[in-house]
């Protein structure tokens, strides 16, 4: 999850963003789109967190600034799958 928020706020990584999301929910965006920043992100909190075997969900909060340098915040819950030994996104929840 974290490596994932990163990703997005960094900007530039559009290929691991799809590297690690799972192959069955991969949405229709390429490694380019993915690496653009669209918003300026600032912080991430972790607000609830389990997992049961090769299954998990993060809930979490994102925080940036949009467009006009006004503070917004993404509340998600999310759910990941372990196969391999590596962590994909399955889908989120916004919240």
Known sequence: MRSRYTAYAMGGHGEYLLNTWHKAQMPALN??????????????EI???????????????????????EPCMLHERSDFIRESGVWLYL???IL
């Open 31 to 44: 490694a380019q789109s993915l690496s653009e920043l669209s918003q300026q992100w600032y912080r991430l």
């Open 47 to 69: 607000v609830d967190k389990s997992q049961m075997g090769d299954r998990a969900t993060v809930e979490f909060k994102a925080y940036y600034l949009n467009k006009n340098s």
């Open 91 to 93: 889908s989120g929840e």
